[in-house]
């Protein structure tokens, strides 16, 4: 058992006992401009795998992109917004890494 969770604006996990971290990366997700795009926000490893490249035309897909901070006032405007994909050992849990098409280690 276990339970994941994501943190949003961090690359590392508490120090809490049982805790631990499956991989750090970025924000992303599809763009307010265009449609058929997932609701939720992406915690995407920096590093993807690719299954294939070259798709058909008549296939439908959508794009990832990275999200950044939009704050003018602060020192992080136009930053990438980081994340980390923690595991805590207390709980059940399920995981899907978005663009990897291979198990963790």
Not at 49 to 70: D, H, N, R, T
Not at 80 to 102: E, G, H, W
Request: glycine fraction near 12%.
């Amino acid at each position: 058992g276990g339970a994941l969770y994501t943190r949003w604006g961090r690359t590392t996990c508490p120090g809490t006992p049982g805790t631990q971290l499956l991989y750090s990366g970025l924000a992303g997700g599809s763009s307010y401009t265009q449609s058929g795009g997932g609701a939720n926000y992406l915690c995407l490893p920096e590093t993807p795998e690719y299954l294939v490249s070259g798709l058909p035309s008549y296939i439908y897909y959508s794009y990832l992109y990275g999200a950044e901070y939009q704050y003018p006032r602060f020192t992080t405007h136009d930053h990438n917004v980081p994340c980390a994909v923690c595991y805590t050992s207390q709980r059940a849990s399920k995981l899907m890494i978005p663009t990897k098409i291979t198990c963790p280690s």
